[in-house]
């Protein structure tokens, strides 16, 4: 059993935030939006990617335990 199940977020969220983040830029190359709040939002926006970044970690350590547990099951049943 390859492969992960590991829970990732969804491309939708990313690319989100990849959009918001393009928007921002432009706004703040525009003169649109202050540089100030635009630099705050940029920080954010990084904390909501570290979030997902501990999602996917987090689920993927999971599933490794899960799997983990269930090769020493079998091990144990066969009495090794």
Same mark, same amino acid.
């Given at each position: 059993?390859?492969?992960?199940?590991?829970?990732?977020?969804?491309?939708? #969220?990313? #690319?989100?935030?990849?959009? #918001?983040?393009?928007?921002?830029?432009?706004?703040?190359?525009?003169?649109?939006?202050?540089?100030?709040?635009?630099?705050?939002?940029?920080?954010?926006?990084?904390?909501?990617?570290?979030?997902?970044?501990?999602?996917?970690?987090?689920?993927?350590?999971?599933?490794?335990?899960?799997?983990?547990?269930?090769? #020493?099951?079998?091990?144990?049943?066969?009495?090794?």
């Amino acid at each position: 059993m390859r492969g992960g199940r590991a829970a990732h977020a969804e491309p939708s #969220e990313i #690319e989100a935030i990849r959009g #918001e983040l393009a928007a921002l830029y432009a706004d703040v190359l525009s003169g649109e939006a202050e540089r100030g709040r635009a630099a705050v939002g940029a920080q954010i926006q990084n904390v909501r990617l570290r979030c997902i970044e501990l999602e996917r970690r987090i689920a993927e350590s999971d599933e490794l335990f899960s799997r983990l547990s269930a090769l #020493e099951e079998r091990l144990t049943a066969r009495g090794a």
